[in-house]
């Protein structure tokens, strides 16, 4: 248990659903990202939230949409996915600033399938 | 730019066997070093950190030491256990204080067997 929590674990989705992933951190941290897993590919930062504010969007397709609507959620709203898109989407969070310790906390991922 | 670069996997080993993982790394700057595992089911949780050329990042058995002049990290642990197998990410961060830019490898999946 690390505290941070996704929910859900495993979605499979058509290309013209609407869904959304969720992240909750119960550790106070003040930054949260969503990373994407795929097979043989580093890990891929999508996006970056300090104090609730967007600092980093990594060139992310516009079919994926973050929310941050306060220090302990963050969601990832998915539309009109391509099949390409299946894969491990991971939440983490961090205390940014001194208090740094170098440790990224990371949730155990939301497993997504597009049909 | 900064970028990291691990053996491909996979490694399989039998248990009590001597591991090296290799990584090396490019950076501008000074970065951090950091090793992650992701166990079966689990989301990547870190494993060790060097901040510094000549550190020495270790816990659970497991060792890496941060050289610049080879501009590497290699993961090491001489007695494998069963529980260790996962995959393993090599990790750089070049800013002190935020967790805004790491560069993750592509992973190396670890089997043990008994």
């Known amino acids: 248990e690390t505290g941070v929590t996704q929910t859900p674990r495993h979605l499979v989705m058509g290309m013209t659903n609407k869904k959304s992933l969720k992240c909750e951190q119960h550790?106070?941290?003040?930054?949260m990202y969503w990373y994407k897993q795929s097979a043989k590919k580093p890990l891929e930062l999508m996006f970056v939230y300090n104090f609730k504010e967007q600092t980093e969007n990594n060139s992310v397709p516009s079919r994926f949409s973050p929310e941050c609507p306060n220090s302990s959620h963050l969601f990832l709203h998915l539309h009109t996915l391509q099949p390409e898109d299946s894969a491990l989407y991971l939440c983490?969070?961090?205390?940014?600033?001194?208090?740094?310790?170098?440790?990224?906390?990371f949730g155990e991922g939301s497993r997504l399938t597009v049909l | 730019g900064n970028s990291v670069t691990q053996m491909e996997g996979p490694v399989t080993l039998s248990e009590e066997a001597f591991l090296t993982i290799n990584c090396t790394y490019t950076?501008?700057?000074?970065?951090?070093l950091f090793w992650y595992v992701q166990y079966p089911g689990e989301g990547l949780q870190l494993l060790l950190k060097?901040?510094?050329?000549?550190d020495k990042g270790s816990n659970k058995g497991f060792e890496a030491t941060y050289r610049k002049e080879t501009t590497s990290f290699h993961l090491e642990k001489g007695s494998v256990q069963v529980s260790d197998s996962a995959v393993y990410f090599c990790?750089?961060?070049?800013?002190?204080?935020?967790?805004?830019?790491?560069?993750f490898g592509t992973g190396t999946s670890l089997t043990v067997i008994p």
């Open positions: 550790l106070g941290h003040n930054a």
């Open positions: 060097a901040t510094k050329a000549d």
């Open positions: 983490a969070s961090s205390q940014e600033g001194v208090s740094f310790t170098g440790e990224l906390f």
């Open positions: 950076a501008t700057g000074y970065p951090s």
């Open positions: 990790a750089l961060s070049d800013l002190p204080n935020t967790g805004n830019q790491f560069y």
